[in-house]
């Protein structure tokens, strides 16, 4: 059970980018809750896998020596989800989602790219929790901010799309 959780449902097991391959089935999932609930029920799973995540990585670090295994991809998901949450933290009906005027598709999908470039890069201080922070935090804590920057950016980008639009 530990392993099918921390590596989302074996997606971590990709042998190619086991990192993007995790968040790839995270954003749908997330979707989903955003669709079928809202955007503080997709927050606060998120908070609950984060929580329960450290704690079994602690522990799988501690019975393997490994830190950071790169087929654990709950990370991924917990930063996926919050980027979600932020941006674009809406309730849509699910024949919705298609439609690009309200910006949830679009959104969903910057989040994703965004997501993936602050993971990989790890600007400021996400890579700083991610070189100096020990154990199940370590490997949480910079995909959970860059999941917060991800859907900010998301969010500001999209409003600034929206301005521009107004003025042309």
């Given at each position: 059970m530990n392993w099918f959780f921390?590596?989302?449902?074996y997606s971590?097991?990709?042998p190619k980018a086991p990192g993007t391959m995790g968040t790839l089935v995270s954003l749908p999932l997330g979707?989903?809750?955003?669709?079928?609930?809202?955007?503080?029920?997709?927050?606060?799973?998120?908070?609950?896998?984060?929580?329960?995540?450290?704690?079994?990585?602690?522990q799988y670090?501690?019975?393997?020596?490994?830190?950071?295994n790169q087929k654990i991809v709950i990370d991924e998901l917990a930063g996926m989800w919050f980027a979600l949450?932020?941006?674009?933290?809406?309730?849509?009906?699910?024949?919705?989602?298609l439609d690009l005027q309200n910006g949830f598709l679009i959104q969903s999908l910057l989040s994703f790219v965004l997501f993936r470039v602050y993971d990989?890069?790890?600007?400021?201080?996400?890579g700083r929790i991610d070189s100096e922070a020990k154990g199940?935090?370590?490997?949480?804590?910079?995909?959970?901010?860059?999941?917060?920057?991800?859907?900010?950016?998301?969010?500001?980008?999209w409003q600034g799309w929206l301005y521009l639009k107004d003025l042309i």
């Open positions: 921390l590596t989302v449902g971590g097991l990709s979707m989903a809750i955003l669709i079928y609930f809202d955007a503080t029920t997709l927050f606060l799973a998120a908070s609950l896998v984060s929580i329960l995540a450290i704690k079994i990585i602690n670090e501690e019975e393997s020596g490994t830190h950071d949450s932020v941006a674009p933290a809406t309730t849509i009906a699910m024949h919705q989602v990989i890069t790890k600007p400021s201080i996400i199940g935090v370590g490997v949480m804590g910079d995909d959970i901010i860059a999941g917060f920057a991800a859907g900010i950016s998301s969010a500001a980008l």
